[in-house]
T-cell receptor
Framework: KNEVEQSPQNLTAQEGEFITINCSYS?????LHWLQQHPGGGIVSLFM???GKKKHGRLIATINIQEKHSSLHITASHPRDSAVYIC??????????????FGKGTKLSVKP | NAGVTQTPKFQVLKTGQSMTLQCAQD?????MSWYRQDPGMGLRLIHY???????DQGEVPNGYNVSRSTTEDFPLRLLSAAPSQTSVYFC?????????????FGPGTRLTVL
């Protein structure tokens, strides 16, 4: 079983729609990251969360530590939001400090 | 700042050849790591370093070597390339290896092994 599961795997939306991408994880974590991978391949960090909610422009990320679940919301979606969105967690167990465990990503396509 | 740079962007190798993927950062980050990205899979950690002179294995280290002689550079060496190493490779860095530091990624190297 994957330690980080994202849903949906693929998502097509019309411009202007409200979008939600979900991330569930099975390990104890110290932080959760949301990343965006552009069609050209580059990866950028969007949010880093350990509790609550963060907002940046039209993007909102929430996390529920008790339920081991995080959501990424995009309000008023635009074709330039088309990308792969990746959830990653830092486990508090085993391995080495600082290493991330990645979900497989959600591919979002926003149509004009 | 240039951020995290990787070279080359694209590379084609024949089975058995060796090569080095270069990664450099100019942000004075202590933590650097190498990932590979394959279709249908999440990014997987190959090797990482928590500072100059210190490296350790990640999830999929076989067939790869790393060294960290300076804070800035973290090259990844393929010892004898195999078709299974065809992938996109990303280098990343962060200020430190703990939870609360943003990860910065390089642009990636697309490697094909024939």
């Amino acid at each position: 079983k994957n330690e980080v599961e994202q849903s949906p795997q693929n998502l097509t939306a019309q411009e202007g729609e409200f979008i939600t991408i979900n991330c569930s994880y099975s390990v104890g974590i110290s932080a959760l990251h949301w990343l965006q991978q552009h069609p050209g391949g580059g990866i950028v960090s969007l949010f880093m969360l350990s509790s609550g909610k963060k907002k940046h422009g039209r993007l909102i990320a929430t996390i529920n530590i008790q339920e081991k679940h995080s959501s990424l919301h995009i309000t008023a979606s635009h074709p330039r939001d088309s990308a792969v969105y990746i959830c990653a967690v830092r486990s508090i167990y085993g391995g080495s400090q600082g290493n991330l465990i990645f979900g497989k990503g959600t591919k979002l396509s926003v149509k004009p | 700042n240039a951020g995290v740079t990787q070279t080359p962007k694209f590379q084609v190798l024949k089975t058995g050849q060796s090569m080095t993927l270069q990664c450099a950062q100019d942000m004075n980050h202590e933590y650097m790591s190498w990932y590979r990205q394959d279709p249908g899979m999440g990014l997987r950690l190959i090797h990482y370093s928590v500072g100059a002179g210190i490296t350790d294995q990640g999830e999929v280290p076989n067939g790869y070597n790393v060294s960290r002689s300076t804070t800035e550079d973290f090259p990844l060496r393929l010892l004898s390339a195999a078709p299974s190493q065809t992938s996109v490779y990303f280098c990343a860095s962060s200020l430190a290896g703990n939870s609360y530091n943003e990860q910065f990624f390089g642009p990636g190297t697309r490697l094909t092994v024939l």
